[in-house]
């Protein structure tokens, strides 16, 4: 097991791209697909070669697609 690659400044924890995959489930191509749209949190540069997400920005969509499963699911009955 290796471990985390998360990146923690200032109380801001940074995802990198394998825990926000892990997270949210989604695909890496997924997840540029909704950067590119703007409905995925925008990566934050951390070098020349390397990005994060900002965890609580991450967990905020996340949080939003399980208000909008729930508020259709109240829409069907």
Do not use: N
């Not at 703007?38 to 990566?43: G, I, V």
């Amino acid at each position: 097991m290796h471990a985390s690659s998360a990146i923690e400044a200032s109380g801001t924890r940074i995802l990198r791209l394998p825990d926000t995959l892990k997270k949210t489930g989604l695909s890496k191509s997924g997840i540029y697909q909704r950067i590119r749209a703007r409905t995925f949190p925008q990566p934050v540069r951390l070098g020349a070669r390397a990005v994060g997400f900002v965890e609580r920005e991450v967990d905020a969509f996340l949080s939003e697609l399980m208000a909008k499963r729930t508020h259709a699911e109240g829409a069907k009955r």
